[in-house]
């Protein structure tokens, strides 16, 4: 009997391997003394949101996005997420630094202010690009922030890998395949994720201001669904119906680029009677399903580093799979970087466990139970009488998760000893805790917080703020640190001058010539 992927990992020693590669984009809204979403432009201190390596904004000129480098521990990932709030929080005048997924205060779309990229063609694109997300599903959805990990393993694990399998597909074939390996198994059991780290339970009563829902009233301006674990990831946040009929397949690299590109190039009726132009100004990309990739609402993304005006789809048929993307996780709004230890440590293991277990193609039944497992968490994730199916029948969600966090003892040993220390037992403990108690459970904590504080959503979100603020302000960046970040705002500007001064093309023919390739 040929051994398992699991027996193969564990004929690694402590000299072969070499851990992991991980980084971190860490989302958050800037918000007012009012706690309302911020009207104020993106600060110039902060350099330019188009160019900056590690500060930027994602959809609304208010959300802010913060990104580590290519770190080789979680202790250094961190640091580094810690060092960039230090310096923003730094200059950010009298705004606070909200850190909930949910938003805090807001008035609809109009009070929702769009990133602007400056006027490079570059800048124009991601510009019309967010005008797009905002004709198609509104901006209210764009004011949601989350934290994204993206994991990688170096070459020389993958060599070694190859060589255990007996597999003789060039080095980036290869290591493209297994990543997609992961991700069906993560696919599989991303709902453990929501469970052991959703964070949105209630929201402000402005965000759903005039929407049709099902959520309880907990007073103070707050709504909350009783037992969801993440209304971010649930049908009010990352959500829409175009999207539904897509059946984006993970299955492999080549099905994966193929029917994302469809959905790229095939029209959808109600974008085209919106058109791309309103007048003279630009209001999407195109009328198809999806403007660009970045588009698609996944809890997974496989990624390549893209170049200069290189679609990630380019990217990943021209070179391969690079890193894992994981999209789904809540802000910890304990947590003044939105990211914590454990969890981070968890993510490595549950991760390397996908890579080592059977992982069989998702067929289309198999697609959609899986779809509702995610769903079922989301929504209901602390009902001790939610079951979720994964083809043997139904169990709890309590018994289901166990079932999972014991199947990860083993490799948390092997990881520890290659390692030296205790870092992934405690990790998995950490998460065992959470479910044998579901009131340590992330969602039932923030529920918990807001009722010992007697506030809702937005003012208990604001009191979280200011203490990060003040925690953040206290440790500021000095000297050395200063400086490299002082230097890396000002020659973002720079570059960014550079860029506009140098298009030659009109952003029509950019454009143009852009959809082209």
């Known amino acids: 009997m040929a051994e398992s992927r699991h027996q193969l990992f564990g004929q690694f020693t402590a000299s072969q391997w070499s851990g992991f590669r991980k980084g971190a984009e860490k989302e958050g809204l800037r918000v007012d003394r009012n706690g309302f979403i911020a009207q104020t432009p993106h600060p110039?201190?902060?350099?330019?949101?188009?160019?900056?390596?590690?500060?930027?904004?994602?959809?609304?000129?208010a959300l802010l996005e913060l990104i580590t480098p290519v770190c080789d521990s979680t202790a250094a990932m961190l640091s580094s997420l810690r060092d960039t709030h230090r310096y923003v929080q730094q200059h950010l005048g009298d705004e606070l630094f909200w850190g909930a997924s949910m938003p805090c205060e807001i008035n609809g779309d109009s009070s929702i202010p769009i990133a602007r990229y400056g006027t490079s063609n570059i800048g124009r694109l991601k510009h019309v690009y967010r005008q797009g997300l905002a004709v198609r599903y509104g901006r209210v959805m764009q004011s949601i922030a989350g934290a994204h990990y993206n994991v990688s393993l170096p070459d020389s694990f993958w060599g070694i890998w190859q060589q255990a399998l007996g597999n003789r597909q060039n080095l980036q074939d290869f290591k493209s395949d297994q990543y997609f390996w992961l991700i069906r198994n993560f696919r599989r059991r991303s709902w453990l994720l929501m469970l052991l780290f959703g964070a949105s339970p209630a929201l402000d009563a402005s965000f759903v201001a005039g929407v049709r829902h099902n959520l309880a009233d907990w007073g103070h301006r707050t709504w909350y669904g009783p037992e969801a674990t993440s209304l971010r990831m649930g049908?009010?946040?990352?959500?829409?119906?175009?999207?539904?009929?897509?059946?984006?397949?993970?299955?492999?690299?080549?099905t994966y680029t193929k029917t994302l590109y469809r959905a790229i190039h095939t029209p959808w009726p109600p974008?085209?009677?919106i058109g791309t132009r309103d007048g003279d100004r630009f209001i999407q990309i195109n009328t198809s399903i999806l403007q660009i990739e970045n588009e698609y609402y996944s809890a997974v993304r496989p990624k390549r580093t893209t170049r200069r005006e290189e679609k990630p789809i380019q990217a990943l048929e021209a070179r391969g799979v690079?890193?894992?993307?994981?999209?789904?996780?809540?802000?910890?709004?304990?947590?003044?970087?939105?990211?914590?230890?454990q969890q981070i440590d968890f993510l490595d293991l549950f991760l390397l466990d996908c890579l080592l277990s059977d992982s069989p193609r998702i067929g289309d039944d198999e697609c959609e139970r899986l779809d509702d497992n995610y769903k079922d968490v989301v929504s209901r994730g602390r009902s001790p009488e939610l079951t979720l199916c994964d083809g043997r029948g139904p169990t709890t969600v309590g018994e289901s998760a166990l079932r999972l966090l014991d199947r990860l003892q083993g490799l948390a040993g092997q990881l520890d000893g290659l390692a030296g220390g205790d870092t992934y037992r405690n990790a998995l403990a950490a998460q065992r805790a959470k479910v044998e108690n579901p009131e340590l459970l992330p969602s039932a904590q923030v529920l918990q917080a807001m009722k010992t504080s007697g506030l809702g959503h937005?003012?208990?979100?604001?009191e979280m703020a200011r203490q990060h603020r003040e925690t953040l302000l206290a440790e500021p960046l000095e000297g050395t640190?200063?400086?490299?970040?002082?230097?890396?705002?000002?020659?973002?500007l720079a570059e960014q001058v550079e860029m506009e001064r140098s298009d030659s093309l009109s952003f029509e023919d950019f454009l143009a010539q852009y959809l082209r390739n």
């Open 44 to 61: 110039r201190a902060l350099g330019s949101a188009l160019t900056h390596p590690q500060i930027t904004t994602d959809y609304s000129e």
């Open 322 to 341: 690079e890193y894992i993307e994981v999209r789904c996780l809540d802000l910890d709004p304990f947590s003044p970087v939105g990211m914590n230890e």
């Open 271 to 273: 974008y085209e009677a």
């Open 458 to 462: 937005r003012d208990w979100g604001m």
């Open 481 to 492: 640190a200063l400086a490299e970040f002082e230097r890396m705002s000002a020659d973002s």
């Open 235 to 254: 049908d009010l946040g990352y959500h829409n119906n175009a999207q539904s009929s897509l059946n984006i397949c993970f299955n492999e690299l080549e």
